[in-house]
């Protein structure tokens, strides 16, 4: 399959749920998944030309092992926020392994609950300039919502 935008989403045109998994991202610039119910995510990493991957609202609770993440150079955005991440160390090292990553929503996990979240997020991962919604300035994260617009 050759496309720029794969979406996956969790109805077929008949209206029934199909399957909850992931068969050949393809060639996909972009992947996108809406089905609500995915947990294994392994395959994404495995699709070289992807740039944009969302996964928000799912049910993934691991990320793929790292020699698997390491091989993608690719991927610039990622989403994955309101899963069920929970190991922010884990997280954190595998994620790091992508070089071209600048942009990065893991809000609405079960780790961001931890009081070293964000520490841990701007140690490990340097090279992000977004970070769940907010932008990395002067060595940190900054929400921009918080200061006043001319």
């Known amino acids: 399959m050759d496309c720029k935008v794969l979406v996956q989403s969790g109805m077929r045109p008949n209206g029934k749920q ?15 998944s809406s089905i609500r119910r995915l947990s294994a995510i392994d395959e994404v990493f495995r699709c070289p030309a992807l740039e ?8 993934v609770r691991l990320l793929p092992p790292a020699a698997a993440i390491t091989g993608n150079n690719s991927i610039i ?4 926020s309101d899963n ?3 190991s922010l160390d884990s997280i954190c090292s595998k994620l790091a392994t992508l ?5 990065l929503s893991l809000k609405g996990n ?6 070293s979240y964000y520490r841990t997020c701007r140690n ?17 994260f900054v929400c921009l919502l918080c200061f006043p617009v001319d």
């Open 18 to 32: 199909q399957q909850c998994s992931i068969k050949e991202p393809c060639h996909a610039m972009m992947f996108l």
């Open 52 to 59: 944009h991957v969302g996964l928000a609202f799912n049910n």
């Open 77 to 80: 955005s990622l989403d994955l």
């Open 84 to 86: 069920d991440l929970a």
């Open 99 to 103: 070089p071209q990553l600048r942009n």
């Open 110 to 115: 079960p780790m961001c609950l931890l009081p």
């Open 124 to 140: 490990t991962l340097v090279d992000l300039t977004h970070f769940d919604g907010m932008v990395s300035a002067y060595g940190m």
